[in-house]
């Protein structure tokens, strides 16, 4: 399971099963994936359920 991120700087991929891992970014400044790590972390029970709706439907 993983997530795309897209923000004005660039775009990210971050893998959310087994564990929440940055797959590849490009032009987002490192800080900003810290920050975007953090909150991929606080929100992933409802990343991975609304995952599991898109998808298993």
Do not use: C, Q, Y
Not at 18 to 31: D, F, N, R, V
């Amino acid at each position: 399971m993983h997530i795309h991120v897209v923000s004005g700087s660039g775009k990210a991929k971050f893998w959310i099963e087994p564990e929440i891992l940055l797959a590849m970014s490009h032009g987002i400044p490192t800080h900003e994936l810290a920050t975007i790590e953090k909150i991929v972390k606080e929100h992933r029970d409802e990343i991975e359920k609304a995952w599991r709706e898109h998808f298993n439907n």
